[in-house]
């Protein structure tokens, strides 16, 4: 039997609080709380009230300020807190508590609220750019990482493309990643974004612009995402103009949001289903190298996996660091060209040392994993629940989460993909 408790709110159509209808006010705080409570609102067909007002349909003026139930059901632990911040919201109406011996308390986890529409998500008013515009101004705000991707729209402000970082890559002859260019001193930026400026927008852009509406629920913008394969989605209004663009990481801070504290609900003993954990989406694959091991073997393994990352581990198989290309271009700056041109797989005019020990083959050959890796790691266990993997990656900025076992053993990696599939119920 679990110690459980009813609160009743006897109050009219009429009430308000902050001009907003009681009833909408609490349930809204009920629901902001995060805790294991129900709230039912009931509207009666007639009433009346201490102040001798009746309310009736028989006769339409007196159908304008019907009664009002409302009933919240929650763990008696929580009680006290509720009844604070109900005061200052019912100033019109009667608050009753009484005890109640609840059996069972079943429910589901939903990811994010089926009630969320696009609108209520997307970030609005984003940076957009017309078809002809030189492909350096597009690739410019896409530099400081904010923006993950850029819509293209006519002259009617219509989206007809997206431009993202892989299509600069693969279509726009960019180099290498961004976020490294962006760690490369300012001369190499300016001579490659100057190499991309005979071109423009509509000529990398993918088209045509996947794209939703900003009325439509969020659960049918996830699953556009999950089934075309792409990361954000252009948002538009009535007439088809560009309003917002909606992407993983909005979704993502949604769940951060809205998500309840699931563990608190097990340990009030509240059954709980469809939570899926940090092992359901593991990447066991990840490629693993000890300290030892030359940095030249180390960027092949990077090169050949989807991951991009090469995680460090003893014999043991304790996890000491991780390498990316970016940790391989801040650790050979400002002697960066020779690494830089091995990473980027392009020539270009600078002509500077490339290492101070020498040829770079050499270089690679004689420095470690253990000189090159990060060691200031933020680490996930397989038991950890996905929307706790997701506050942890979107508030430290990780598109991918290393795991590790109770002793500190490396078990695989998670990524933002995976987590959003999960989470919705897709398969990983």
């Not at 030189?134 to 431009?163: E, K, Y």
């Amino acid at each position: 039997m679990l110690d459980y408790k009813a609160i009743e709110i006897f109050t009219s159509e009429a009430a308000r609080y902050r001009k907003k209808p009681v009833a909408d006010a609490v349930m809204q705080y009920i629901k902001d709380l995060k805790i294991a409570a129900r709230c039912i609102v009931t509207r009666g067909v007639a009433g009346c009230y201490e102040s001798g007002e009746v309310a009736t349909g028989r006769i339409v003026v007196l159908s304008l300020n019907m009664p009002i139930r409302i009933y919240i059901v929650l763990p008696g632990a929580e009680t006290e807190r509720v009844l604070d911040g109900l005061n200052g919201i019912v100033s019109d109406g009667i608050v009753a508590l009484h005890d109640l011996n609840v059996l069972s308390h079943r429910t589901r986890n939903a990811f994010f609220p089926r009630q969320l529409m696009v609108r209520d998500v997307m970030t609005r008013d984003p940076v957009k750019v017309a078809a002809d515009t030189p492909l350096s101004d597009a690739a410019r705000p896409l530099l400081s990482s904010i923006f993950t991707g850029l819509p293209v729209v006519d002259d009617q402000n219509r989206p007809i493309g997206v431009i993202t970082q892989g299509d600069l890559i693969r279509k726009g002859g960019l180099p290498l990643r961004l976020g490294l260019l962006a760690e490369s001193d300012r001369d190499r930026l300016e001579f490659v974004l100057n190499q991309l400026a005979s071109r423009d927008a509509a000529e990398v852009m993918a088209k045509p612009a996947v794209m939703i509406a900003a009325d439509r629920p969020l659960a049918e913008a996830v699953e556009l995402m999950l089934t075309k394969g792409i990361k954000r989605l252009p948002v538009v209004d009535g007439t088809g103009g560009l309003i917002g663009m909606l992407s993983r990481l909005d979704v993502f801070r949604t769940v951060m949001r809205e998500a309840p504290d699931w563990k608190a609900f097990q340990a009030q003993k509240i059954e709980v289903e469809h939570l899926k954990q940090v092992g359901d989406i593991l990447r066991r694959d990840v490629r693993t190298v000890l300290p030892e091991t030359p940095l030249n073997e180390v960027i092949r393994f990077i090169d050949d996996n989807d991951i991009q990352r090469v995680a460090v581990v003893d014999a043991e198989g304790m996890l000491l660091g991780l390498i990316s290309d970016r940790d391989l271009l801040r650790y050979f700056k400002p002697q960066q060209e020779g690494i830089w041109h091995l990473l980027a797989k392009v020539k270009h005019p600078f002509k500077q040392e490339a290492c101070r020990l020498g040829d770079l083959q050499q270089c690679l050959a004689e420095t470690t994993a253990a000189m090159v890796m990060t060691t200031e790691l933020v680490t996930a266990r397989e038991e950890m629940l996905i929307e706790a993997a997701i506050v942890l990656m979107i508030d430290k900025g990780l598109k991918r989460l290393p795991v590790v076992d109770n002793d500190g053993r490396f078990k695989g990696m998670i990524s933002r993909d995976s987590l959003l599939r999960t989470g919705f119920g897709k398969p990983a």
